[in-house]
């Protein structure tokens, strides 16, 4: 092989009859062959280091000395994955295969092949291509050599070399070597498909307390990637402050960072508005707000098929875990460990309004707020799985493992395990399924706990909902601290085959609304209630032409009866009622067993 010297090369190594070249600028790999009395040269050009997207000219020279001729001359290219032909002079007359005829000496063979190296690639890819001259010599014998050209996929800079210390704006893959601190914003993301590699290094932002400051910010991007980053908003002052800002910038990643947001209303570590196909994963986020207006650790608006995924999330004070908002439709959030603030209320781990077709799975979930409506999930979205998260909720009252708001149709909650409870005990359902528009929904296989809540409160004129073998404890000194209660309006769903266990004062374990709650079906279902008071199941003196099939009561506290019959035209068959003390209270209405 041709020496590279140094400066220019730091490292040359042939092994195999394969030539690496570590160099700092423009190289040509050559080779050298004889045939007869004619001696060729063939070199081989291009440039050692590109980024992602690149275009680049790769320049094949054949030099012929001496005397005599060689036919049939061609050179072989077949290009390595990752790249595209966008030129070549000569053109091909074939794939990768460019044909050149006699050649004699004193002749010179040039041809040059322009590609595009493509995107998303790792850095330090070695891209290798290989070019063959093939030709006969005056005997007919086939010959053949060849020379290799390597390019590296890299074009990492030092972050602060460029322009100083932020802020700044980056153009090519890039990777800190010093932490950088800025007093506004700090990166702002100028191209697209690159990489910030931040290499555990620290970004520290918003020094002097300003509106609208961000880490790490791109705008009308694409396959951008900030990953290995330490965040840091460096005061709780200012509002509409994020670490990460993509604004419809889609097809990338934000990986393997730890995040510190702090600040007034609308702050959130990662917020994406109109950005699709974004993944978000394995960060750590710890969020200080003063303020408890949307400030949610990651904030979607408008921003379809994301996955959040492996992410630990700790609100410190009014801090909220996710929302998505207005159409980020088909986004995955896949376990995740979320605890949100312990001050303050409405601080819902997940907060979901007009986003459809969501996947939740395997998430833990905790909420910590010290007053009220502190949600585990509250869902204003159709056509949503929830599958197998355990879901622990904590505060004063109303603090529902997951609630609806102004509709959720067609959603299947599964295999779930959730704990709700507050300090005040009232109100604290494990599913409250509300609003005429919570319908076409199945409840299957849950574990659920309450402390002062009802397990499952389908209510609000709730319709075609099913509520199937599910595990039910509930605890508590209030009224509400039932099994399953169908609430104002609710009808047509189906109760079926749960085991409810009532330790609850003054609850029922089955309970049907006195205010026009009909139509429903409950079947198969076995209750236990060791509280005093309540009842077995009650159906309330509005409810109406509601039937109960071969269920099992057992009540065995005093002040407690297996039914108690208030309601219109329900019809009961095949209850199996046990009780020390009464077994049904009959108040008014007309019933069928």
């Known amino acids: 092989f041709v020496a590279c010297l140094a400066p220019r090369c730091d490292v040359v190594s042939s092994t195999a009859g394969r030539f690496v070249f570590n160099v700092t600028g423009f190289t040509s790999h050559s080779a050298v062959g004889l045939t007869e009395n004619l001696t060729f040269n063939i070199t081989k050009g291009g440039v050692d280091t590109l980024p992602n997207g690149s275009i680049m000219t790769y320049n094949i020279n054949v030099t012929t000395l001496g005397s005599g001729n060689i036919t049939n001359t061609t050179i072989h290219d077949f290009l390595p994955p990752n790249t595209v032909q966008v030129g070549a002079n000569p053109a091909n007359s074939s794939a ?35 070019a063959t001259l093939l030709f006969q010599n005056t005997t007919g014998s086939t ?42 914003t700090c990166v702002i993301f100028n191209a697209s498909g690159i990489t910030l590699d931040c290499a555990g290094y620290q970004i520290v932002y918003n ?187 904590n505060g004063t009252s109303g603090n529902d493992g997951i609630i609806t708001g102004l509709r959720a149709a067609n959603t299947t909650v599964k295999g779930n395990t959730i704990l709700s409870s507050g300090r005040n005990g009232n109100g604290n359902d494990g599913i409250a399924w509300t609003q005429s528009a919570s319908i076409n929904s199945t409840f299957i296989n849950n574990t659920i706990r309450t402390h002062g809540g009802n397990a499952v409160s389908i209510s609000s004129n709730a319709a075609r909902n099913f509520v199937i073998a ?46 026009s709650s009909g139509d429903n079906n409950v079947t198969n279902n076995t209750i236990i209630h060791v509280g005093t008071n309540g009842d077995g199941m009650i159906f309330g003196a509005g409810s109406l032409n509601n039937i109960a099939i071969n269920n099992r009561v057992n009540v065995t506290a005093s002040g407690t009866a297996g039914l108690q019959l ?20 009959v108040f008014s209405g007309g019933h069928n067993f």
């Open 207 to 393: 020094n002097d307390g300003g509106n609208n400051i961000y880490g790490a910010h791109a705008n009308r991007k694409a396959n951008i990637a900030v990953i290995n980053c330490n965040f840091l908003d460096n005061t709780t002052n200012g509002s509409n402050g994020r670490a990460i800002f993509l604004e419809v910038t889609n097809f990338s990643r934000i990986a393997n960072n730890t995040i510190f947001a702090q600040g007034g209303s609308s702050t959130n570590a990662i917020r994406l508005s109109t950005s699709d196909d974004v993944l978000i994963e394995i960060n750590t986020i710890t969020t200080n707000s003063t303020s408890t207006s949307s400030t949610e650790a990651i904030y979607l608006t408008d921003s379809p098929d994301v996955n959040i995924s492996s992410n630990t999330i700790l609100g410190t004070r009014f801090d909220g875990g996710l929302s998505l908002q207005i159409s980020s439709h088909r986004v995955r959030i896949t376990s995740n460990t979320i605890a949100t603030g312990p001050e303050g209320f409405t601080l819902q781990a997940m907060d979901i309004d007009s986003s459809n077709d969501l996947f939740i799975f395997n998430n833990t979930i905790r909420t910590n707020g010290s007053g009220g409506s502190n949600h585990g999930i509250k869902l204003r979205s159709d056509n949503t799985t929830i599958l197998n998260n355990t879901i622990i909720t």
């Open 96 to 130: 990768g295969i460019w044909s050149f005829g006699n050649v004699t000496a004193g002749s010179n063979i040039s041809l040059n092949i322009s590609v595009r190296i493509g995107n998303n690639l790792a850095n330090g890819t070695i891209i290798s291509n290989n």
């Open 566 to 585: 208030t309601g219109f035209g329900d019809r009961y068959i095949g209850t199996v009622i046990s009780a020390s003390l009464r077994w049904i209270d």
């Open 470 to 515: 599910n595990s039910i404890v509930t605890n508590g000194t209030f009224s509400s601290a039932g099994g399953i209660f169908i609430g104002q309006g609710a009808h047509n769903n189906t109760i079926f085959s749960n085991h409810i266990i009532v330790n609850a004062t003054g609850s029922s374990g089955i309970s049907a609304s006195s205010t």
């Open 143 to 184: 010959k053949n050599t060849t020379v290799q050209f390597n390019t590296t996929v890299s074009n990492l800079v030092n972050l602060s070399n460029p322009f100083g210390p932020c802020p700044g704006s980056i153009n090519v893959n890039t990777v800190l070597t010093e932490d950088v601190t800025s007093n506004d």
